[in-house]
């Protein structure tokens, strides 16, 4: 570890000094005329993935867990009362064949069903939620159905009535609109009439969902993802892409079409981890592949979906052969073609019809696509060697993505990269989950790679303190180490935090971007490190140097400068990672001399492990004032342990 990383890390807790302790002037050669490479507009993105209840109880906004009572376990997120069935006889759904039979059992045993939701049912005071179901009664009078918001202590929150008629399944719903907010109510649905009846698919949405879409999202998280300013948005994994075995990887066909008919799959998040299991955690695919993306286009960014590639999670699989031959590859390889089709083909293709049928019959205009998450060893090379050719044949136009493997560095990463090299991916893709002394020390990392090889997406990156916390440690990190991204963009085109999203009561892996309960959101100063880049990437690397060198550390600097053509201004990012203020004579060579007005964004907090909290989300955010910076020369402080981004 470098002297000053090791200065820097043993600074937590440590108070900052004073201004008074200023040390020597630090020179920052900025070449404003010598516009380098163009900096990608897809560069800062998202990677989702369904982990932490991301989609589920998260992202997606359904609030009724297992609402086709598919888990294996069918009362899954269910407590009957009465007497109460799952049948399956005369479905309404074929892909989702069970139900909830229920026959009234009287007024003091009362029959019915009462739903958890996500570890509880957000619900906000005043709001509208919609209320539907599926139902079909044997019995010649009509059902009368009883439908409540209550808590655990039998506050009840709102109650509405169904009247169910008939024998054949049709949809009914109402809207609730309670008069308390609760991050942890239940549905529940009592019989108030005898007879026998069945429902199926009990869904409750809030009306306001992202964009007002039906069956949509979160409206604050989506927002959020918005608010980033992403170029590129990778999904659905993730290790969930390949799946424990075969048969539960990823299958995008089983996310698109009338959301009730939907087979759900087990998340391998409900029991990866032996000292987190949840049993409950399963994938509705309500927000599937058409839902991501509509959600793309919606924030304005460039979808990139990643299909498995015939192998499933390598970590769970080893030494087994779970994998699929490569002379049985085709249908995977149709899925891949036919995912292009489903996103850009026209109205009158199989897959363009299906896109159209479900409201977008114009081209989501895909242009990237992944094949394989994370892969290793010859097993991956030989079945992306199929798919390249296929994708290359049918579908020039489309950037396609390999992988290096789980690693940053090492065998696995030394043997795969040349392999994408052979064959002729555009760009591949790299994962760190790392210390915060190697972010710290890889702000090199592409300083010395191949130009002419194919290009690095970043996939999949956080930094891991020990704790595997978030904190602002790991973002001041990560934004040291994005300027060595955003310095060679010339290599890197796109790069993705992850994970994105955690349920505060239901997350597996840490640190995570973006947290939540079922009301509230939380941003993590790793986010506002992300949303500084996003909003302010610049279309041009500008050379930014201290003694000739790029500022990758030295004097615990770190820093990267870029043109916006588009707005004509200069952006100057710097981080200090030293519990000193640093004294940094910036030279804008090239401009008109006299004073330039802009902005000036600072994330900084004195006490490295500061974290942002539902209680106190806001610990930790960006400061932005208005600033003067006078060319040929202008003289700033940098306050110890901060993020700063200039903008004139
Ligand atoms: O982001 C969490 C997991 O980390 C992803 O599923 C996987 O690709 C990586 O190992």
């Not at 079409?257 to 949840?278: A, C, D, L, M, Q």
């Not at 060893?377 to 199929?386: A, H, I, K, Q, V």
């Not at 916006?564 to 200090?576: A, F």
Request: aromatic share 12%; charged share 25%; hydrophobic share 35%.
């Amino acid at each position: 570890m470098k002297k000053t990383a090791a200065l820097f890390l043993l600074s937590v807790g440590v108070n900052c000094m004073t201004a008074q302790d200023i040390v020597p002037v630090h020179e920052f050669d900025i070449d404003i005329p010598k516009v380098g490479s163009p900096i990608q507009s897809t560069m800062y993105g998202i990677f989702f993935e369904d982990i932490n209840f991301g989609a589920d109880g998260g992202l997606y906004a359904e609030l009724i867990k297992n609402r086709s009572f598919e888990f294996e376990n069918p009362w899954g997120g269910w407590e009957p009362f009465g007497d109460v069935s799952i049948a399956e006889k005369n479905p309404c759904f074929n892909k989702n064949p069970h139900y909830a039979h229920l026959t009234y059992a009287g007024q003091i045993t009362g029959t019915g069903l009462e739903n958890e939701g996500f570890k509880g049912i957000g619900i906000k005071a005043d709001e509208n939620y919609d209320f539907s179901l599926y139902a079909r009664t044997e019995t010649n009078n009509p059902i009368k159905l009883r439908i409540e918001l209550v808590n655990r202590d039998n506050d009840i929150y709102e109650t509405q009535h169904l009247e169910i008629k008939g024998k054949d399944w049709k949809k009914y719903s109402v809207i609730l609109s309670p008069k308390a907010t609760e991050a942890k109510s239940r549905l529940r649905i009592t019989m108030e009439t005898a007879g026998t009846l069945d429902l199926e698919h009990i869904s409750l949405f809030p009306e306001k969902t992202f964009n007002n879409r039906t069956n949509g999202l979160r409206r604050d998280l989506a927002q959020a993802l918005k608010d980033l300013k992403p170029g590129i948005f990778r999904f659905p994994g993730g290790c969930i892409v390949e799946g424990t075995t075969i048969a539960t990887r990823y299958q995008w066909k089983n996310t698109v079409g009338p959301v009730e008919n939907r087979p759900i799959n087990i998340s391998r998040w409900n029991y990866t981890f032996p000292h987190k299991k949840f049993p409950d955690y399963y994938q509705s695919y309500g927000l599937g592949f058409f839902e991501y993306f509509q959600l793309s286009e919606d924030i304005g960014a460039e979808p990139l979906p990643v299909l498995n590639c015939g192998l499933s999670c390598q970590f769970e699989n080893e030494g087994m052969d779970q994998h699929v031959p490569v002379d049985k590859l085709q249908p995977y390889i149709d899925d891949a073609l036919d995912l292009i089709e489903f996103a850009n083909g026209p109205v009158t293709s199989q897959w363009g019809k299906v896109r159209a049928d479900m409201g977008h019959p114009a081209s989501f205009n895909l242009k990237f696509i992944a094949i394989g998450n994370e892969q290793w060893g010859p097993l991956y090379p030989e079945r992306l060697e199929p798919f390249v050719k296929a994708i290359r044949a049918k579908y020039p136009e489309i950037k396609i993505i390999g992988s290096s493997g789980p690693d940053s560095e090492g065998k696995d990463f030394e043997y795969l990269w040349p392999e994408m090299k052979r064959l002729k991916v555009d760009l591949v893709d790299e994962h760190f989950y790392r210390s915060p002394e190697w972010f710290l020390n890889s702000a090199k990392r592409y300083d010395s790679y191949d130009r002419q090889g194919p290009k690095v997406f970043a996939g999949e990156y956080a930094c891991h303190p020990t704790n595997r916390e978030n904190s602002f440690l790991t973002a001041l990190c990560e934004a040291a180490f994005m300027t060595g991204l955003e310095r060679n963009a010339d290599v890197v085109e796109l790069c993705t935090y992850a994970p994105l999203f955690a349920h505060v009561d239901a997350w597996q892996w840490r640190p995570d971007l973006i947290w939540f309960d079922n009301l509230n959101i939380v941003k993590t100063p790793n986010y506002y490190v992300q949303q500084l880049y996003g909003h302010n990437a610049g279309t041009n690397v500008l050379p930014l140097t201290m003694n000739k060198e790029p500022v990758t550390g030295q004097s615990e600097l770190f820093a990267t400068a870029a043109l916006d053509k588009g707005t004509n201004e200069l952006i100057i990012k710097i981080v200090n990672t030293g519990i000193q203020s640093k004294k940094i004579q910036l030279n804008l060579n090239g401009i008109s001399s006299g004073k330039h007005k802009g902005k000036l964004m600072v994330l900084h907090a004195s006490d490295l492990e500061a974290k942002n909290t539902l209680g106190k989300p806001e610990t930790v955010i960006p400061i932005e004032s208005a600033v003067e910076l006078e060319a040929p020369a202008t003289e700033v402080s940098v306050q110890p342990l901060s993020f700063l981004v200039y903008r004139i």
